[in-house]
């Protein structure tokens, strides 16, 4: 009996120690990938063993939210905590991150951490001199606002799209998303930039996750080495367009039409990156008290094409069943694929309904660690900390707002823990869902839920308002 106490308390030693030290922290983000677009999630024909071994080993949100329907607004609300109209960013290829914005990567690096990001960018331009990608170049130059500039120390990145084969290779022009100045097989008209003016020239061919990957472990081993705590984005492209898959991802799903083979094949591609790094993790000794964060950057892009984009019939993303896809503010556009694992802390696979939104990360994290931030601008983030601590909550108390312009119109949402009113701003439309009852959106409750529909408009309107002092 003794010998088991001593055992028992030499445990919880050890988990204290691990515990009272800074984690790891690594925030992995996909591109387009749809809420259903996963094993664990139920897909019947896509293979991601790696994120549904995390998914059964951590904590997995059933109702994650990006902050917005497409790409580098969810982005700059990881990094902010904000909602995107605070800071600037409406869209994709607009605006960039400012001076004046309290950034993850600089309060980290301020407080012991190196920093790292790996892969796509997205908010802002990557230089002044080379005409490249969607904005770069002397053309641009006001919206010049790369990582190195904004907190971190190691950078592998582009500034927005590439082939998710071959990066720097411009696919056949019938694959929605090739560069349609360029022909097939030239460069597709970007870099991967490491610092300002610097961009890589070397291991740059095959799957897009691996030649990220590759620059991602030797940062983070290089960190294990002079043991230094490290925070990390891995910001893979995959599966927004140009969808191109290659080799044995490919011959693993032979039997699917074209279009499959290639959507497929690139997502279990980055999934076995994620398992490549997660057994590095382990190989160094860091997986314990390493945070790995995932979720996608919006819901999946509309096959043929959507809203302002050519996205190619290659796009095969599910959104299970939610309504709606990337550019919308309906479920399917905006809650995606969420999971965090952290055995330090989560000891068992959970899983949670409470509602949680990329602008969390930033202040789940600092409460995790205690920083405190002079002269912080509003936050729209809410702290998961109890939740993560094993808490059985069950309301967020904190309803998500979400703004963008689609179908011609802006249209603003308020989402709470069970209703979520919609407003088309030029229609003058209102709607409500009870998303506890209807998650498919499919009934709207407007008229017989008045006193509901009114309380809830009022506090929109008012978030609204506070959300105007970046124009």
């Known amino acids: 009996m003794k010998k088991v106490s001593l055992?028992?308390?030499?445990?919880?030693?050890?988990s204290g120690l691990i515990y009272a030290q800074k984690p790891n922290i690594i925030l992995i983000m996909s591109d387009d990938q749809g809420w259903g677009d996963a094993g664990y999630q139920g897909h019947p024909e896509l293979k991601t063993p790696n994120l549904d071994d995390m998914a059964a080993n951590g904590l997995v949100f059933n109702r994650f939210y990006a902050a917005a329907p497409v790409c580098s607004p969810t982005?700059?609300?990881?990094?902010?905590?904000?909602?995107?109209?605070?800071?600037?960013?409406?869209n994709a290829n607009t605006g960039h991150?400012?001076?004046?914005?309290?950034?993850?990567?600089?309060?980290?690096?301020?407080?012991?951490?190196?920093?790292?990001?790996?892969?796509?960018?997205h908010l802002g331009t990557m230089n002044k001199f080379v005409l490249e990608s969607n904005r770069g170049g002397l053309h641009n130059t006001e919206h010049?606002?790369?990582?190195?500039?904004?907190?971190?120390?190691?950078?592998?990145?582009?500034?927005?799209?590439?082939?998710?084969?071959?990066?720097?290779?411009?696919p056949p022009l019938n694959?929605?998303?090739?560069?349609?100045?360029?022909?097939?097989?030239?460069?597709?008209?970007?870099?991967?930039?490491?610092?300002?003016?610097?961009?890589?020239?070397?291991?740059?061919?095959?799957?897009?996750?691996?030649?990220?990957?590759?620059?991602?472990?030797?940062?983070?081993?290089?960190?294990?080495?002079?043991?230094?705590?490290?925070?990390?984005?891995?910001?893979?492209?995959?599966?927004?367009?140009?969808?191109?898959?290659?080799?044995?991802?490919?011959?693993?799903?032979?039997?699917?039409s074209e279009d499959k083979q290639h959507y497929y094949g690139t997502l279990t591609a980055m999934d076995e990156q994620i398992g490549r790094l997660r057994q590095e993790l382990r190989r160094l000794g860091v997986a314990e008290n390493t945070m790995i964060w995932f979720c996608s950057d919006n819901g999946p892009a509309a096959k043929g094409g959507g809203p302002g984009w050519d996205a190619g019939d290659r796009q095969q993303g599910v959104t299970g069943g939610f309504r709606g896809r990337k550019g919308s503010l309906f479920e399917g556009g905006v809650r995606v694929p969420g999971i965090l694992e952290w055995p330090a802390r989560i000891k068992s696979a959970s899983k949670t309904d409470l509602p949680a939104v990329t602008s969390d990360y930033f202040p789940t994290i600092l409460d995790i660690l205690n920083i405190k931030v002079e002269k912080q601008p509003v936050l729209d983030g809410k702290s998961l900390k109890n939740l993560?601590?094993?808490?059985?909550i069950i309301k967020r108390n904190q309803p998500i707002g979400f703004r963008f312009r689609f179908e011609g119109q802006e249209w603003q949402v308020w989402n709470d823990d069970q209703y979520k009113l919609i407003y088309k701003v030029k229609d003058k439309e209102y709607l409500l869902f009870d998303l506890y009852s209807d998650p498919y959106e499919k009934n709207n409750i407007i008229a017989k839920e008045f006193k509901i529909a009114s309380k809830l408009k009022l506090a929109l309107e008012e978030w609204v308002k506070s959300t105007e002092m970046m124009k």
Not at 99 to 120: A, C, D, M, S, W
Not at 388 to 392: A, N, P, S
Request: one cysteine or more; glycine letters at 10%; aromatic letters at 16%.
């Open 7 to 14: 055992l028992l308390g030499l445990s919880l030693f050890v």
């Open 75 to 90: 982005r700059g609300s990881v990094l902010t905590g904000r909602h995107p109209y605070r800071y600037g960013i409406y």
């Open 97 to 121: 991150l400012k001076k004046e914005e309290k950034l993850l990567p600089e309060v980290l690096r301020q407080n012991g951490y190196t920093t790292g990001h790996f892969g796509k960018w």
């Open 144 to 170: 010049y606002s790369p990582p190195w500039e904004n907190g971190y120390d190691v950078c592998f990145a582009t500034e927005s799209r590439v082939p998710t084969w071959d990066p720097m290779v411009n």
């Open 175 to 256: 694959v929605g998303g090739a560069n349609k100045d360029q022909k097939a097989g030239n460069s597709f008209g970007t870099y991967y930039w490491t610092a300002d003016g610097c961009f890589a020239t070397e291991n740059l061919q095959g799957d897009d996750s691996r030649v990220i990957m590759d620059r991602a472990i030797p940062f983070i081993q290089e960190n294990v080495k002079h043991k230094k705590p490290f925070f990390a984005t891995v910001w893979f492209h995959t599966p927004h367009s140009p969808v191109v898959a290659g080799g044995k991802y490919l011959e693993m799903y032979k039997d699917f």
């Open 388 to 392: 993560i601590e094993g808490q059985d």
